[in-house]
């Protein structure tokens, strides 16, 4: 598609279009391509090594492709900075929780939202009545989160005082005060329990439902991708080897070879 052309609300979210990502020898993606329509949440699954943090790195602009395309919402985003894909609606969690330990909850989910704002450092400094009401407008967007994700016993608490739980729904919050479109989930059920990994699946599912955000998850937790995926690309050395329902992964010959004796 033309990227001067606007995009449709049929056309997919993201597309990721025979993408490769070499490091010296080794290659971590080797022409993988697939799509994320609007409102769908997309797993993406593989054995250790596979190729899947590299492709979020990728859609997060830490990484540059070698080659191929990556376009969101019509237009590619090869040429956009780290920030610049936060402006245009991509948030993500990171595998390894990135939120400021010694800050409160609501400060965390503020400050998702403000890294989005659009206040200039000379306006912050002078305080101006439009940053005034920017900041409030931000206020209120985190307190809705802050109850959308059960976390009003805890608004004041700091993060580093909270259940390991309890703070990837901080992460959660923060990703989401950006307003993402899409919503780049990195492994959120590591570490968590039963219980917790249920919760989250229900959460999960409530963010595509109630908010329209698109999700593309990475994730080892094979119950939790399976229920709660629209569709599920699968990643092998690199490569795609299936893509379909849960059920359609699940019943793939390849997909069940590269991941024999890799599941309890
Ligand atoms: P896991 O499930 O274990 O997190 P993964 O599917 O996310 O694995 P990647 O981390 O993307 O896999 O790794 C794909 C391949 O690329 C691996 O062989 C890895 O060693 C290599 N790789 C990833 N990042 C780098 C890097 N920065 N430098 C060199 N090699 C890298």
Redesign the pocket.
């Known amino acids: 598609m033309n990227n001067s052309e606007a995009s449709s609300s049929t056309d997919p979210l993201l597309e990721v279009d025979v993408v490769a990502v070499r490091?010296g020898g080794?290659t971590?993606l080797d022409g993988v391509s697939f799509d994320a329509p609007r409102g769908t949440i997309v797993g993406l699954i593989?054995p250790?090594?596979?190729?899947?943090?590299?492709l979020f790195n990728c859609l997060s602009r830490l990484y540059i492709p070698n080659s191929g395309d990556i376009r969101f919402d019509g237009r590619s985003i090869l040429s956009k900075t780290p920030h610049e894909m936060v402006n245009m609606g991509v948030g993500r969690t990171f595998q390894n929780l990135a939120l400021f330990s010694t800050m409160s909850v609501l400060d965390n989910i503020m400050v998702g939202a403000h890294s989005r704002s659009s206040s200039g450092f000379l306006s912050n400094a002078l305080w101006l009545p439009w940053v005034q009401s920017e900041d409030a407008r931000v206020r209120e967007n985190a307190w809705e989160l802050i109850k959308y994700l059960d976390l009003m016993d805890v608004a004041y608490a700091t993060v580093g005082d909270l259940p390991f739980g309890t703070q990837k729904r901080v992460e959660l919050g923060r990703a989401l005060a950006s307003k993402p479109k899409l919503l780049l989930l990195d492994e959120p059920a590591g570490g968590l329990n039963h219980d917790e990994v249920e919760d989250l699946g229900r959460m999960i599912r409530q963010i595509r439902d109630d908010r329209g955000v698109t999700i593309l998850l990475v994730e080892?937790h094979m119950s939790l991708v399976m229920s709660v995926s629209d569709t599920v690309v699968v990643v092998n050395f690199g490569r795609k080897i299936g893509e379909g329902t849960p059920q359609e992964v699940q019943q793939n010959p390849e997909v069940i070879r590269a991941y024999l004796g890799e599941e309890e």
């Open positions: 490091f080794i971590a593989g250790n090594g596979a190729g899947k943090t590299t080892h």
